[in-house]
């Protein structure tokens, strides 16, 4: 009996994540500075931990709600009004989910009928092909373009629009590019939605993570776009939360309703652990949460111009916490730079191909890694191109 063909054929058709694979390859290769896996360096905030702990000792340890705890609920509420200028009903439009990877896999499994289609930008975060293809749907991609700063443009959207068009997928600040999008071509966008009736997921995830004095604008709070989109975020990023697992997901009632029965029979809840820390997160956490930015502010200004010195341009990202360099000075393609590199210099850094055949010809460099690790890897980075410049 062989075991690969008990395996469903969507499942066997989608490869592993190219950031694992490539990951692979650096635990192997030891004493690597990574520059890789998209994580905060921090830990999690003193105050955040401290809840979490307490819950425990108090002996909160019970499902929740399938909807997640009703103070949880009402504490992101009242931050997502607050933020996004969006105002939500605790009681039926949030949904707490496991991080904004589950609330994805719940949208398109709730929303999709097989052969519909989601356009999303790219290069773009590993997970939205894949979760896409596994509920069925068909993934379909617009490419953002260093010439635009990593925008999305309304009017290319407008040219992947079909008949099977279900939803457009956005995610601004966006991983890997570091690209936030211009309230123009948001508006662009919201109108090509309504035009044409679809819904819109926008991944928000990196929303906190701004500089430059840039003002966030979420498609959600446009007018006439709440009752058709489905805003998600989580505690990952902006909060160091990522082993937490916590994100949520804010939609009309019917669409919060639909995903909460996938969420119901998969899931049951997210952990009441983490939901605990998750309200002393939102109702505390500014001033950590702004401390964090302004050391991935100043660290990104380092990285940039040290990479633009090194020879690989690279664009000034708005937000997030990578910089998307371009490597083709070197001859080489994104992964034979990420694999030699590694090699040569033991720093890891991410093929710009992971996220899509829009990535070729760029490689991504987390910076959220101490400033220490940061300057070494950058002087590897330097001696390398430098060794591998052709033009
Ligand atoms: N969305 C984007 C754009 C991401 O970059 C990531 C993680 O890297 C996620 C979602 C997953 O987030 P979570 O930890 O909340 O599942």
């Known amino acids: 009996m062989s075991l690969s063909d008990k395996i469903s054929a969507r499942v066997q058709a989608v490869p592993r994540s190219g950031i694992r694979e490539f990951f692979e390859l650096v635990l192997a290769a030891g004493d690597v500075i990574s520059l890789g896996v998209g994580e905060p360096d921090f830990c999690s905030p003193w105050h955040i931990r401290e809840a979490a702990i307490f819950s425990l000792e108090k002996g909160q340890t019970s499902y929740t709600s399938n909807l997640g705890l009703l103070e949880l609920r ?20 949030v949904l707490v989910t496991v991080g904004v990877s589950e609330a994805l896999d719940l949208a398109f499994r709730a929303l999709l009928n097989p052969g519909e289609e989601v356009i999303y930008h790219e290069p773009c975060y590993v997970s939205y092909n894949p979760s896409i293809y596994m509920a069925y749907g068909t993934p379909v991609t617009v490419e953002t373009k260093i010439e635009d700063d990593f925008a999305l443009r309304a009017s290319d959207v407008e040219k992947a629009i079909t008949p099977k068009t279900k939803i457009i997928m956005l995610n601004f600040p966006t991983n890997p590019t570091g690209g936030v999008q211009p309230k123009a071509e948001l508006e662009g966008i919201a109108d090509l939605a309504k035009q044409h009736d679809l819904i819109v997921i926008t991944d928000e995830i990196y929303s906190e993570l701004l500089y430059d004095d840039r003002e966030h604008h979420s498609i959600a709070a446009l007018p006439g776009m709440k009752e058709r989109t489905i805003l998600m975020h989580g505690f990952s990023k902006a909060f160091a939360m990522t082993g937490f697992r916590l994100g949520y997901a804010c939609s009309p009632p019917e669409l919060t309703e639909a995903m909460m029965k996938v969420h119901q029979y998969s899931m049951l809840c997210a952990p009441i652990t983490a939901q605990i820390a998750a309200v002393e997160a939102l109702e505390n956490g500014a001033g950590p949460v702004e401390k964090m930015r302004k050391a991935y502010w100043h660290r990104r200004n380092l990285v940039v111009s040290e990479l633009n010195a090194a020879g690989l341009s690279c664009f000034q990202p708005g937000g997030a916490f990578y910089a998307f360099p371009e490597i083709r000075s070197t001859g080489l393609s994104s992964r034979e730079f990420a694999q030699r590199l590694l090699e040569e210099e033991k720093v890891a850094v991410v093929p710009g191909t992971a996220f899509g055949t829009a990535g070729e010809g760029f490689v991504r460099c987390c910076y959220a890694t101490d400033d220490q690790n940061l300057a070494t890897a950058l002087g590897r980075i330097k001696a390398f191109a430098g060794r591998h410049r052709v033009s």
């Open 74 to 93: 009402k504490s992101i509420a009242k931050y997502v009004a607050a933020k996004f200028h969006v105002q939500y009903q605790p009681t039926t439009e």
